[in-house]
């Protein structure tokens, strides 16, 4: 496992710093404090099979972008605007559907493949023969906060490892100077701290949020000169080590130890990490980071390839302002443009440059809500929620660029074609990865857990 698993730590107890001799520590850091990615003193884990992809980046939206405005076109929608939808429907979180209401936006087609896309989108359009739309995304949950925990725990209602905590648990860390899952949000979010909870696992698979990207680890600059500093660690090694004699459940204490060594070696390689200045003015302009409108996800885009080039396993990129997320309920009108010039020109610099670098090869780009919005108007100029057919898209590691999969019908209600259930994501990522969804699994209460239950399926049609 991987160098902060519980496993490593249990094996290597009694040696004072957990999984390494404080002496050991002292020498490493001191010989190579200016290196961000150390070479690994343990084995990482091996994966299932041969994997397509290293890494994954998650875009999160939430709220539930619309999928009839971003990249799923309805004529038939257009042409009966107004109209009640003429079927039944399941009733929806807060009301009964409205009429039909077509999108106030156009559609072209893009690329070589000729892939729909809004004219919303302008800059991501341009890079369509890199994705893999999925217009058959299903989910099981209409209210955001059961939603929300589905798609990023694969639970709706209880306490479940996170996608990144299974990720970790079942491939570690490339870097040992930097968490190996980290969410880039400047604020919370639909559900919060559960979507990157551990829950079960042990504590050391939890996700690392980070707030501020100027200051992204708060008492991170040592108080004290090093001498001082690692005799306070010993110390504490000291300490720690005597409590856990004769505890067989000790998660916690073992993640706080980890985490106490891991800060150490953070101290050199954080700072460098987030530092935007290293980046050219070209790179940065890629990524609108000169765009008032789009700067502060640009930041959160640029932020999340520096840090898949330093070894971090999962990054969760959550498009969360402080107002205006994608719950458009009302004034759809008004708030998606603010939204959709706000991540286009990121996605689309992140893309073009992890091509650039040749690094998309080996990373998984993931973008989607907790679900989508309804093709019926909720109010004068709205959308409800809507989890019965919607869209996601993935590029890179190892999906088929270009690629078109599935389809709802023709008012945009129900997926109908190659529909994609939410474990079937999950089983599909996880196969990316190396991992078997059906053997990645944890003992716990009983019974052996794993991301998608006793559910889901490989998509192997979008695979390369």
């Known amino acids: 496992m991987h160098a902060f698993s519980r496993r490593s730590l249990l094996a290597t107890a009694g040696t004072g710093f957990g999984m390494l001799a404080l002496a050991d520590l002292m020498a490493r850091c001191e010989a190579e404090d200016a290196s961000a990615n150390r070479s690994r003193t343990q084995p990482l884990p091996q994966p299932h099979h041969i994997a397509s992809a290293k890494r994954c980046i998650f875009l999160y939206m939430p709220g539930g972008p619309s999928q009839l ?36 936006w156009k559609f072209s087609k893009h690329g070589e493949c000729g892939m729909d896309v809004s004219e919303l989108l302008p800059h991501l359009a341009t890079r369509v023969d890199d994705l893999c739309m999925i217009r058959s995304m299903v989910a099981d949950n209409i209210n955001h906060t059961g939603a929300a925990l589905q798609m990023m725990t694969g639970e709706q209602a209880f306490s479940r490892p996170s996608l990144g905590s299974w990720l970790l648990y079942g491939l570690g860390s490339e870097s040992e100077n930097l968490p190996g899952f980290v969410i880039l949000s400047p604020t919370s ?169 040749g690094m998309l090869e080996e990373t998984l780009v993931v973008w989607g809500g907790e679900f989508g919005r309804t093709p019926t108007a909720q109010g004068a100029n709205g959308r409800e929620h809507h989890p019965f057919g919607f869209t996601m898209w993935m590029a890179g590691g190892g999906v088929k660029g270009g690629l078109t999969y599935g389809s709802t019908d023709e008012y945009g209600w129900h997926a109908i074609e190659n529909k994609v259930h939410v474990h079937d994501l999950h089983a599909t990522i996880l196969h990316l990865m190396g991992l078997d969804h059906e053997r990645l699994t944890y003992r716990y209460g009983g019974r052996d857990y794993r991301l998608t239950d006793v559910h889901g399926s490989v998509v192997s049609d979008i695979l390369v």
């Open 189 to 357: 979010f639909f559900q919060g701290a559960p979507l990157w909870s551990s829950s079960f696992l042990p504590a050391v698979y939890q996700g690392t949020w980070v707030r501020d990207f100027l200051k992204p680890m708060v008492d991170l600059s040592p108080a004290n000169e090093r001498p001082k500093q690692l005799a306070k660690l010993q110390f504490l090694s000291e300490m720690n080590s005597e409590y856990g004699l004769g505890r067989s459940n000790q998660s916690e204490l073992d993640a706080r130890i980890a985490s106490f060594e891991l800060a150490f070696r953070m101290q050199a390689a954080t700072p460098e990490a987030f530092d935007l200045s290293q980046e050219s003015a070209n790179t940065k302009e890629l990524y609108g980071i000169d765009d008032p409108s789009c700067e502060l996800f640009g930041k959160q885009c640029l932020l999340a390839r520096r840090l898949c080039e330093r070894g971090v396993r999962f990054i969760q990129v959550a498009d969360s302002p402080s107002s205006n997320n994608w719950d458009h309920h009302a004034d759809i009108s008004g708030l998606l443009p603010t939204r959709c010039k706000a991540i286009d020109k990121p996605i689309a610099g992140l893309l073009t440059d992890l091509k650039a670098r």
């Open 69 to 104: 405005d971003l990249f799923d076109p309805k004529p038939q929608v257009t042409a009966d605007n107004g109209k009640p939808l003429p079927f039944a429907s399941p009733r929806l979180e807060l009301t009964k559907p409205g009429n039909l209401f077509a999108s106030p």
